[in-house]
Structures are given as structure tokens and as C-alpha cells.
């Protein structure tokens, strides 16, 4: 016996890491349309990015509204390694963003969500609300002009909650006004409270994701042949082997296990790799090309600065630009009763069907709810860079 | 006389109830000073605090005309923060506005073409008394709390309506 199997043998008597590994990566997943889901590995990668160059920025940064700016403006100014550091942590949440959307609305499209998996699709809405927050919160935290203004008009959107809006604007702000206070705090929300409650989350998600096996598109399963005319629906699960975690006898028989599987490792790590590595030397690129801007320092008593909102507040800011006054609360009605239909969704959508176009009730909706984004994004864009 | 049934705990549902006691009391501990802790700048008053703009006399007639006044931040640092005066002059009428916008808080400016105050973020537009008559701005703009001796203004660091 080699020595290196043996130190796998010693560590296994103690550690159990054998039955570890193989669960980790021997899992079927579904064979067809996978580099779909490489967006959610995707989304994981850029999290863990995000994580990393978060610690080491902690290295430099001062919560404070007289040091912060200037910290970030030594880093520019004295230090390319670490301006490539904080480059990365921006870039690679913008596009974090981006990918976790696409997850999404890729699983809203698939059906993913349905029996048994709703509980996938809870953690993962409560995921992408974090990953929000932490890009608002995030965005305070240089404190230049952007950021600052940035602060000011996120923190005043809560006072306009009927009854208690100004409490937790001030609750916020640590007072009436964004000050030392609003900054200690939102930096506690974005380097502790909010991981701390992320990164658990994020071991929920994936332990049900293997509890159930990932789902993958309906192309995969005996219900996408069966209103096909001229095609036979494949045989059904009982006379042919299925592999774990996929129920050995299905609740619902056309859509419990797919027709074909192949090993996670290394087939759709391959595919998870790829796609991955590709975003990380984008991320790394613009990085260093363009970097992370730090404006002029806060300066409340501007008249000539015009702030612009982070490119994900678009559609929000769109919204309070076109919402007429007297229904300015519109604007936290809209995004709470959006988040409520999305935790819903699971609970609402109940048949077993998963073809999208099988599915109109469902998926008229959901593209007309992008749509609104989309078209209040591009409103927003195009009034703000005269495009 | 019926026989008694001795209402004592189990040692299971007393060992249960025990360790929910456990529990409570570690909540209460911690959580009482933490809850406080997250709500205490919301009763730290502010104190109130007046500051020269400097003389006004020069202001000339219907020009909102632009004064910058430093004031202390209101917490542990040493720094200031400087905060935008329009001193707006109409005949002999003196009034002070802050650059608050009572929408979003966005830095409003004085356009002198539009003959208005302008709000950047959304369009937001008030008249040169301050009244708000365009966009969605819910209130007028806001005019801090001040008194002339002479000819020189003096602010305190409130608004005369909170926003």
C-alpha cells in the first residue's frame, strides 16, 4: 500500500472523508443542458471572491467618515497591488449580480422550484436579497460623493413606510442625518451581520440542492414527451436504474427522476470550471484596466454635484423619479410585494408540470415583472447618460 | 373522596422546561443591552448648536446667493462638516434655505436661468419662496432655524420643520 493511501486510510478511520468525497463529487446530475447550470456555481465563485478580497480590503479600511475616503485614497494613490484588491471586490460584485439573476431566472423558467424543492428556492430569494444588500451596503462605504449621496437617498427610501418610516430611517442613520454613525453601522451590517447570516444560507442552499439532486430543465424527464405526438415517453423509472439522490420510486413518476445522469466530477465540474474561470479573468481585467473609482470626498454642502445611482438602483430610482408624490410609498410597495410573490412562488405554482411553455399562468407574469425592471433600467440609464 | 393524582413534573418535562428556562434567560441578558444598544442614538439629543453665516447685506435683491457654515458633527470626532446656506432676500424679507431636498435629501441647487431651485436627482423644483411646485417633492424646502443681529445671519443646526 502507497503511502499516500495510506494517509488517506488513517485519515478516513478517523475523519470518514471517504464517504465525503465520494457524496461531494460521484452525484448524478442531469446529462442534458448543463452549462445552465453552471450559473449557480458561477454565483458561488464570485461569492467566495467577494469574501476573500473583503478580509484583505479590512487590511486598509477605516469605517470612519474622516479616514474612510482617505484610506481608499492612500490605496489608490500608494498601493496598485491593493487597488487591484479592491478592484476585484467591486467588479466581481457587479457581475455577481448579474449572474445571480440569470440563476434565477433560470430556475423560475426550468420549474425547479416545485415539490420537493421549494425550500431551494426560499434560500436561494433570501440569498439574492442578501447579495442586495450587500451591494447597497457596500456602496456607502468609500464615502466620496457617490457614495455618500448614495447613502443618503437609500437611507431616506425607508422613512416614507407609513407610520414608522422616519424611526427606521433614524435607526439606520444612528440619528436624523447620515453621519459617523450611519457609516459604523452600515459597515457592521456589510462585513458581519450580513455574512454572517449569508454564508449559513448559503450551506442550507447547498445541502438541499444534494438532498434532492439538482433538477436541470424539463428536457430531462419522461413529462417533456408526453403530449409530443409520435414520440413514445421513455420507459418509466422502474425499468431502469436510478441513481441517488433521485428516488429509487418517485412521487410523480414523469418529472422524479432524469432519464439520464452522469457523475458531478469531473464532468460538471469541467463545465462549472470553465465558465467560472472565464468570469474571474474578466473580473481580474477590468480590474486592472479600469479599477474602482473614488471620487472627491463627502461634501454635503455641494450644489454643483449631481449624484448618480449604482447601476442596480436604477430601476428603484426610475421609480421614485416617475411615482407623483402623493404615492412615494409605491416605491417600498412594489419591490416588498415583488420579494413576497417570489417567496411564494413555490406555494402558488403547484402542478407538476415544468415546461416553461406548458406553464403560461406562470410565465406571462414572470416576463412581463423582468420586462418592468428592464424597460425602468433602460428609462433610467438612458435619462441619467443621455443615451 | 376521590383519590388525589399528585401534580408533580416528570424528571423529563423538568429537565424540558429547565433547559427552555436556560435559554430564555441567555435571550433576555443579551438581548435587552444589544436592543438598547441599536436604539439609543434615536434618544441622543441633538444638541443645539449657532454659527455665524457672515453679513448679509450684500445679498442682492430676488438672487438666492449661496453661504457654506461649518458645524460640529454631533458625535466622538473632532471634524466638522460643512453644510450649504441660500440666503434668498425679497424686498426686505430674509429667508434660509438649506440645499435639502425634502424627497430624496439630494443637494438641490439654484438654476438662475429657471428662476427655481432644482433637485438633480428626480426633477424635483421650488420656487424662489422655497414652495415646492414641481416634481415629486412632497414638501416645501427646508429653512433653518436663524436670527439677524445687524446685518449678519446667524443659523442654528435644525430646520424650522423637520423633513
Known amino acids: ?307 448618480v445611482p449604482e447601476w442596480f438602483f436604477l430601476p428603484l430610482d426610475e421609480l421614485l423619479l416617475l411615482v407623483p408624490q402623493q404615492l412615494i410609498p409605491l416605491v417600498l410597495v412594489l419591490p416588498a410585494g415583488g420579494v413576497l410573490l417570489l417567496l411564494a412562488l413555490p406555494f402558488i405554482d403547484r402542478g407538476p408540470e415544468r415546461n416553461p411553455f406548458e406553464r403560461p399562468a406562470v410565465m406571462v407574469p414572470g416576463a412581463f415583472a423582468v420586462l418592468f425592471v428592464v424597460i425602468l433600467t433602460l428609462l433610467g440609464s438612458g435619462r441619467l447618460f443621455n443615451l | 373522596m376521590a383519590h388525589r393524582e399528585p401534580r408533580r413534573l416528570s424528571r423529563r418535562q423538568f429537565a424540558f422546561l429547565g433547559t427552555q428556562a436556560v435559554g430564555a434567560v441567555v435571550t433576555l441578558l443579551l438581548g435587552i443591552p444589544i436592543v438598547g444598544f441599536i436604539l439609543s442614538p434615536l434618544f441622543h439629543r441633538q444638541q443645539a448648536v449657532w454659527r455665524q453665516v457672515g453679513d448679509i447685506s450684500g445679498v442682492p435683491d430676488r438672487q438666492p446667493t449661496k453661504f457654506e457654515v461649518s458645524f460640529p458633527l454631533d458625535e466622538w470626532t473632532n471634524a466638522n462638516v460643512n453644510l450649504a446656506v441660500y440666503v434668498v432676500k425679497i424686498n426686505s424679507n430674509y429667508l434660509v434655505f438649506s440645499n435639502v431636498c425634502t424627497h430624496m435629501q439630494c443637494p438641490v441647487r439654484w438654476q438662475s436661468d429657471l428662476g427655481q431651485f432644482l433637485c438633480p436627482c428626480h426633477g424635483g423644483l421650488y420656487d424662489i419662496t422655497g414652495t415646492n411646485i414641481g416634481g415629486p417633492p412632497p414638501k416645501p424646502l427646508p429653512q433653518y432655524v436663524h436670527r439677524i443681529d445687524g446685518t449678519t445671519l446667524f443659523i442654528q443646526n435644525s430646520f424650522t420643520e423637520s423633513i
Open chain 1, 1 to 307: 500500500m502507497g503511502r499516500i493511501a495510506a494517509v488517506y486510510d488513517w485519515l478516513d478511520e478517523r475523519a470518514a472523508i471517504r464517504s465525503l468525497v465520494r457524496k461531494g463529487l460521484y452525484e448524478a446530475v442531469p446529462v442534458r443542458g448543463a452549462w445552465f447550470y453552471t450559473l449557480g456555481s458561477a454565483t458561488l465563485v464570485l461569492i467566495l471572491l467577494q469574501l476573500v478580497t473583503g478580509i484583505f480590503l479590512t487590511l486598509v479600511y477605516v469605517p470612519s467618515v474622516t479616514e474612510g475616503w482617505a484610506s481608499l485614497n492612500y490605496l489608490k494613490q500608494h498601493d496598485a497591488f491593493g487597488s487591484i484588491v479592491r478592484g476585484i471586490h467591486l467588479w466581481s460584485a457587479y457581475i455577481l449580480l448579474f449572474v445571480i439573476g440569470l440563476h434565477m431566472v433560470r430556475t423560475f423558467f426550468s420549474g425547479s422550484y416545485k415539490r420537493p424543492r421549494e425550500l431551494n428556492w426560499v434560500t436561494g430569494v433570501g440569498l439574492f436579497i442578501l447579495v442586495l444588500v450587500m451591494a447597497i451596503t457596500g456602496a456607502f462605504l468609500p464615502w466620496d460623493q457617490a457614495a455618500y449621496w448614495t447613502a443618503v437617498v437609500v437611507t431616506n427610501v425607508p422613512s416614507y413606510t407609513p407610520f414608522i418610516g422616519s424611526f427606521i430611517r433614524a435607526l439606520w442613520r444612528g440619528g436624523d442625518f447620515v453621519g459617523p454613525i450611519t457609516l459604523t453601522r452600515t459597515f457592521g451590517i456589510h462585513v458581519w451581520l450580513v455574512p454572517a447570516i449569508l454564508f449559513p444560507l448559503i450551506l442550507a442552499h447547498l445541502a438541499l440542492l444534494r438532498k434532492h439532486g439538482e433538477f436541470g430543465s424539463y428536457i430531462n424527464y419522461r413529462g417533456a414527451y408526453r403530449r409530443r405526438e409520435g414520440v413514445d415517453v421513455p420507459p418509466a423509472p422502474a425499468q431502469r436504474p436510478i441513481e441517488p439522490p433521485y428516488p429509487a420510486v418517485p412521487t410523480d413518476e414523469l418529472w422524479a427522476a432524469p432519464l439520464e445522469t452522469e457523475d458531478f466530477f469531473p464532468f460538471q465540474t469541467f463545465k462549472d470550471g470553465l465558465v467560472s474561470v472565464v468570469l474571474v479573468i474578466v473580473v481580474f481585467l477590468l480590474a486592472v484596466a479600469i479599477g474602482a473609482p473614488l471620487e472627491p470626498i463627502a461634501d454635503p454642502s455641494t450644489t454643483s454635484y449631481t449624484p
